[in-house]
């Protein structure tokens, strides 16, 4: 299990800031038929606070992490001046909240189990939104919370407001750190009895460790192991749910 970890969170990768700086950009090229050198923090924080998604992430991450919030807003407000278009900031502002992520994601190994599971939630939650989509389920899986289209993003929005777990779960863990051994063996085997328990088989098993969006069934076989992840209650069942988290968030 323990090889394949690294590409399974890869595929797992939900970028809360992303979308909060997707979510905002959008706003801006709306609003501001072409921002200019003129654009000011000011202007960002009222575009920020005009988006209800975007205000309830950027207020969490003031809260847990306000000199980031400064610094995001001031990278923001550079981005937007010096974009070539509305893509080119987009990928530029998907690279600041990148560099903020990957900068406390570590710390989720030591968070308290309860917001790790939290973190998880949130995650398969923002799956199972598109269950009924099986492409758009495993484009999300694939490439994550970023490769959904504007159409049909309206559907995570509401989830979107509780991504200030994320940013608390990453608080907690860096500064009231909780003493943990890393992940073993044995707990990823304890992981896979409780998936095969479930009603996971060895194919969706396999699929979770190499999967391929064009396969219809990655989309419950994922669902299927988040929730496992999520729920297991055996002895240290903790530490693989730390290092996926941590894993997937700072990918």
């Not at 010096?82 to 690279?95: H, I």
């Not at 479930?198 to 969706?204: D, I, K, Q, R």
Request: proline share 4%; with cysteine; net charge negative.
């Amino acid at each position: 299990m323990k090889k394949h970890l690294g590409k399974l969170v890869g595929l797992l990768l939900f970028t809360a800031v992303f979308i909060f700086a997707r979510l905002t950009m959008d706003k801006i090229f709306n609003e501001f038929s072409s921002p200019s050198s003129s654009f000011s923090e000011a202007d960002a924080e009222k575009v920020i606070e005009g988006t209800p998604t975007s205000a309830a992430m950027y207020h969490a991450l003031q809260e847990y992490y306000p000199d980031e919030a400064g610094y995001f807003r001031s990278q923001f407000v550079e981005t937007i001046k010096t974009s070539r278009n509305q893509e080119s900031a987009n990928a530029d502002g998907f690279k600041i909240g990148a560099e903020i992520r990957r900068r406390h994601a570590p710390h989720l190994r030591k968070a308290p189990d309860k917001s790790l599971q939290e973190v998880l939630q949130l995650q398969t939650q923002i799956i199972a939104m598109f269950e009924d989509d099986t492409a758009m389920c495993n484009r999300v899986i694939m490439f994550g919370a970023g490769s959904i289209p504007k159409d049909k993003r309206q559907r995570i929005e509401g989830v979107l407001d509780s991504t200030g777990v994320i940013f608390r779960a990453m608080h907690e863990g860096e500064y009231s750190p909780v003493q943990r051994e890393p992940v073993t063996e044995n707990d990823w085997r304890q992981v896979i009895a409780e998936f095969s328990t479930a009603g996971g088989t060895e194919t969706e098993l396999a699929l979770v460790m190499e999967p391929d969006v064009e396969n219809a069934q990655l989309c419950n076989a994922m669902l299927r192991f988040l929730r496992v992840l999520t729920d297991a209650d055996f002895p240290g069942a903790d530490r693989p749910r730390a290092e996926i988290a941590a894993a997937m968030l700072e990918s």
